[in-house]
Protein backbone atom coordinates (compact mmCIF):
# COMPACT_ATOMS: atom_id res chain seq x y z
CA UNK A 1 0.00 0.00 0.00
CA UNK A 2 1.57 3.24 -1.00
CA UNK A 3 0.25 6.57 0.68
CA UNK A 4 0.59 9.75 -0.76
CA UNK A 5 0.52 13.39 1.43
CA UNK A 6 0.24 16.61 -0.54
CA UNK A 7 1.17 20.02 0.54
CA UNK A 8 1.77 23.37 -0.32
CA UNK A 9 -1.62 24.37 -1.88
CA UNK A 10 -3.11 27.47 -1.48
CA UNK A 11 -4.13 31.24 -2.64
CA UNK A 12 -2.32 33.33 -5.32
CA UNK A 13 -2.58 36.37 -7.69
CA UNK A 14 -2.01 35.91 -11.15
CA UNK A 15 1.84 35.68 -12.05
CA UNK A 16 2.67 34.32 -8.67
CA UNK A 17 3.85 31.17 -8.04
CA UNK A 18 3.01 27.98 -5.93
CA UNK A 19 5.51 25.14 -4.68
CA UNK A 20 3.47 21.60 -4.23
CA UNK A 21 5.13 18.98 -2.48
CA UNK A 22 3.85 14.85 -2.59
CA UNK A 23 5.51 12.73 0.12
CA UNK A 24 5.39 9.09 -0.57
CA UNK A 25 5.34 6.26 1.53
CA UNK A 26 4.83 2.46 1.69
CA UNK A 27 6.89 1.59 -1.78
CA UNK A 28 10.38 1.84 -3.23
CA UNK A 29 9.74 5.31 -4.57
CA UNK A 30 13.04 5.02 -6.86
CA UNK A 31 11.65 3.67 -10.04
CA UNK A 32 8.09 4.63 -9.64
CA UNK A 33 5.56 6.87 -12.29
CA UNK A 34 4.12 9.33 -10.28
CA UNK A 35 2.02 12.29 -11.28
CA UNK A 36 0.34 15.71 -10.66
CA UNK A 37 -3.23 15.59 -11.53
CA UNK A 38 -5.71 18.79 -11.45
CA UNK A 39 -9.72 19.02 -11.11
CA UNK A 40 -11.51 21.75 -11.46
CA UNK A 41 -15.19 22.53 -10.03
CA UNK A 42 -18.29 20.67 -12.63
CA UNK A 43 -14.63 19.70 -14.87
CA UNK A 44 -13.10 16.12 -15.54
CA UNK A 45 -9.77 15.90 -13.64
CA UNK A 46 -7.11 16.37 -16.14
CA UNK A 47 -3.24 15.60 -15.83
CA UNK A 48 -0.46 18.53 -15.49
CA UNK A 49 2.62 16.70 -15.48
CA UNK A 50 4.40 13.20 -14.90
CA UNK A 51 7.64 11.60 -14.00
CA UNK A 52 9.25 9.02 -14.07
CA UNK A 53 11.54 8.79 -10.42
CA UNK A 54 14.27 6.17 -12.12
CA UNK A 55 15.37 8.04 -14.70
CA UNK A 56 13.80 12.26 -14.00
CA UNK A 57 11.95 11.48 -17.31
CA UNK A 58 9.13 14.13 -17.64
CA UNK A 59 5.87 15.01 -19.84
CA UNK A 60 3.51 17.86 -19.36
CA UNK A 61 0.51 18.96 -20.38
CA UNK A 62 0.06 21.51 -22.96
CA UNK A 63 -1.41 23.96 -21.04
CA UNK A 64 1.26 24.20 -18.18
CA UNK A 65 4.36 23.77 -20.29
CA UNK A 66 6.57 26.32 -19.75
CA UNK A 67 5.03 27.45 -16.40
CA UNK A 68 5.21 24.41 -14.39
CA UNK A 69 8.30 22.03 -13.41
CA UNK A 70 7.64 18.38 -11.99
CA UNK A 71 10.86 17.62 -9.71
CA UNK A 72 11.77 14.61 -7.09
CA UNK A 73 13.59 14.44 -4.64
CA UNK A 74 14.51 9.79 -3.87
CA UNK A 75 16.15 10.63 -0.54
CA UNK A 76 13.32 12.00 0.70
CA UNK A 77 10.36 9.94 -1.26
CA UNK A 78 9.09 13.46 -2.37
CA UNK A 79 7.71 14.65 -5.95
CA UNK A 80 7.28 18.62 -6.44
CA UNK A 81 5.38 20.70 -8.82
CA UNK A 82 6.78 24.18 -8.97
CA UNK A 83 3.94 26.46 -10.91
CA UNK A 84 5.14 29.93 -12.10
CA UNK A 85 3.33 32.16 -13.75
CA UNK A 86 0.13 31.27 -12.52
CA UNK A 87 -3.28 32.19 -14.18
CA UNK A 88 -6.98 32.35 -12.84
CA UNK A 89 -7.45 28.60 -15.20
CA UNK A 90 -4.86 26.82 -12.75
CA UNK A 91 -7.41 26.99 -10.01
CA UNK A 92 -8.32 23.44 -9.00
CA UNK A 93 -7.74 20.83 -6.30
CA UNK A 94 -4.79 19.33 -7.49
CA UNK A 95 -4.04 15.76 -6.53
CA UNK A 96 -0.63 13.35 -6.61
CA UNK A 97 -0.52 9.92 -8.08
CA UNK A 98 1.50 7.01 -7.85
CA UNK A 99 1.87 3.96 -10.79
CA UNK A 100 4.64 1.46 -8.86
CA UNK A 101 3.87 -1.66 -11.51
CA UNK A 102 3.73 0.60 -15.03
CA UNK A 103 7.83 0.87 -15.56
CA UNK A 104 9.30 3.76 -17.44
CA UNK A 105 6.04 4.77 -19.69
CA UNK A 106 4.65 7.26 -17.47
CA UNK A 107 1.60 8.58 -19.23
CA UNK A 108 -0.46 11.69 -18.73
CA UNK A 109 -3.85 9.67 -18.32
CA UNK A 110 -5.07 9.39 -14.65
CA UNK A 111 -5.90 6.02 -15.60
CA UNK A 112 -2.30 4.68 -15.56
CA UNK A 113 -2.27 5.74 -11.75
CA UNK A 114 -3.62 3.07 -9.13
CA UNK A 115 -2.58 5.55 -5.46
CA UNK A 116 -3.89 9.07 -5.20
CA UNK A 117 -3.50 11.39 -2.79
CA UNK A 118 -6.61 13.33 -1.02
CA UNK A 119 -5.45 16.56 -2.57
CA UNK A 120 -4.77 20.14 -2.20
CA UNK A 121 -6.48 23.49 -3.09
CA UNK A 122 -4.70 25.83 -5.28
CA UNK A 123 -6.52 29.25 -5.79
CA UNK A 124 -6.00 31.84 -8.28
CA UNK A 125 -7.06 35.37 -8.59
CA UNK A 126 -6.78 37.62 -11.15
Known amino acids: QVQLVESGGGSEQAGGSLRLSCAAS????????MGWFRQAPGKAREAVAVIYTGAGSTRYADSVKGRFTISQDNAKNTVFLQMNSLIPEDTAMYFC???????????????????WGQGTQVTVSS
Open 26 to 33: GATFSSNC
Open 97 to 115: AADPYGGSWCMLASEQYIY
